[in-house]
C-alpha cells in the first residue's frame, strides 16, 4: 500500500515512515462504470487517491441540470478528489462518477482526525497542504466572482461563454 | 494597561496546549487598533497574521469602480491574515477596525519558518484555519454555481442584475 501512495504527487512530501501511518489508515477500493465515487449533497468523508481509471466530476445546477466540471484520468498522473472532506463538514459540492473501472485508495476522515487527536505530524503536514490549497483555490475563485459581477454589470461587452468556461474551469471539488 | 485577553479564548487555539500557546505568544506581539484604522489595505501587503482578542472588524472590497462593498462583519475572537499566510502577501479585501480592537500578530515568514520546522503549535493553528477554509470553500462553490446559472439563464435578456448582484454579495462565501 505504501507503494501505492508513494508516487502520488499529493504525498511527496511526507517521508517514507509518514506515508506508511496514512498507508495503514486507508484502503483500497474499487468503483464500476458509472459508480459514484462522491454524491453532490451528501456528507464527503474520505479523501481518495485514484490509482487507475477515469472519472468526471459534475455538478448539479437549478432547474434539475447538471455541467460537467472535469474528467480526471488517473493513469495520466494519480490525482487525489475529495480532500476537503477530510477538513471540513460540509456536504460534497460535486459528484465524482467512475466512468470505467477505478481503483482508489481511501484515507477516511475518522482516519485522519484521530491522527489529528494524537498529534502526528503527518496528519498536520497534510492539512497543511490542503489548507494551502483550499486558500489559492478560494483566492480564484473570489476574484472571478468580483469579476462575474463586473461582468454582469457591464454586460453584452464580452464574449460570456469564455467567461463562463473560466468558472467551471478553476471549480473546487 | 490593560492586558491583552489571552489566546486560550480563542478557539484557533484551543487544540494547542500551554506551552505551544506560550510558544505562539512569544513569537507574537500584542498590538491594539484604534476604530477606524485600517489593519490590512487591499492589494497591499498582507505580511502579518493578527489573532484579533477582542473587538469588531469589517471586511472590503472595491468590486465595482469607485465603491467599496462589505463583505463581512467579524466579531472577535477571529484570525485575519490568514489567507496571505497561505497564499501571496498581498490582501485581497481591506480589513478595519469597527471598534477598539486587540489582537496579537505574528510575522508571516516567522509562522512559514516555524511550519517548515514541523512547529507542532504553527501546524495546529493552521489545521483550524484550514476547518474554516473547508467551510468557506463550500460556500463559494455554491456562489459560483450560482453565478453559472445565472449568467447562463440571463444570456441574452434583460434581467434584473442589480438584484443578482446584492444577492451574491451578500451570500459570499466568506
Not at chain 1, 481518495?48 to 445546477?61: P, Q, T, Y
Not at chain 1, 468580483?146 to 473546487?172: P, Y
Amino acid at each position: 500500500m505504501e507503494e501505492t501512495l508513494r508516487g502520488v504527487r499529493f504525498f511527496e512530501f511526507l517521508t517514507e515512515e509518514e506515508r506508511e501511518e496514512f498507508a495503514e489508515g486507508s484502503e483500497p477500493v474499487s468503483f464500476g462504470p458509472g459508480e459514484n465515487i462522491i454524491d453532490e449533497g451528501a456528507d464527503q468523508e474520505s479523501l481518495f487517491v485514484l490509482v487507475s481509471g477515469m472519472v468526471e466530476v459534475r455538478k448539479g445546477l437549478s432547474g434539475g441540470r447538471s455541467r460537467l466540471l472535469a474528467e480526471i484520468d488517473a493513469s495520466r498522473g494519480r490525482t487525489v478528489v475529495g480532500e476537503r472532506g477530510l477538513l471540513g463538514e460540509s456536504g460534497a459540492s460535486a459528484t465524482v462518477m467512475a466512468v470505467d473501472e477505478v481503483e482508489a485508495i481511501r484515507i477516511p476522515r475518522a482516519t485522519f482526525r484521530r491522527m489529528v487527536a494524537e498529534g502526528r505530524p503527518a496528519a498536520f503536514k497534510l492539512s497543511y497542504r490542503i489548507a494551502r490549497t483550499l486558500a489559492r483555490r478560494l483566492t480564484r475563485l473570489d476574484e472571478e466572482v468580483v469579476e462575474a459581477i463586473r461582468e454582469l454589470e457591464n454586460r453584452g461587452e464580452t464574449d460570456m461563454e469564455a467567461f463562463r468556461d473560466r468558472l467551471i474551469t478553476d471549480w473546487s471539488v | 494597561m490593560r492586558q491583552t485577553p489571552d489566546l486560550s479564548d480563542v478557539p484557533f487555539f484551543e487544540h494547542l496546549d500551554e506551552d505551544e500557546r506560550a510558544e505562539f505568544e512569544e513569537l507574537s506581539e500584542p498590538v491594539r487598533f484604534e476604530a477606524g484604522q485600517r489593519i490590512f489595505e487591499e492589494g497591499a501587503p498582507e505580511e502579518r497574521l493578527y489573532v484579533i482578542t477582542s473587538g469588531t472588524v469589517e471586511v472590503y472590497k472595491s468590486v465595482l469602480p469607485g465603491r467599496r462593498q462589505r463583505l463581512a462583519t467579524i466579531e472577535a475572537p477571529t484570525v485575519v491574515g490568514e489567507m496571505g499566510l497561505l497564499t501571496e502577501p498581498r490582501a485581497a479585501a481591506s480589513v478595519e477596525a469597527m471598534t477598539m480592537v486587540e489582537a496579537h500578530g505574528v510575522g508571516r515568514d516567522r509562522l512559514l519558518e516555524m511550519l517548515d520546522a514541523d512547529s507542532p503549535a504553527a501546524c495546529k493553528l493552521v489545521y483550524e484555519i484550514g476547518r474554516t477554509l473547508a467551510e468557506r470553500m463550500a460556500a463559494t462553490n455554491e456562489t459560483v454555481a450560482e453565478v453559472i446559472s445565472r449568467l447562463e439563464n440571463t444570456a441574452g435578456r434583460s434581467e434584473d442584475i442589480d438584484v443578482f448582484r446584492d444577492q451574491l454579495i451578500q451570500d459570499w462565501g466568506f
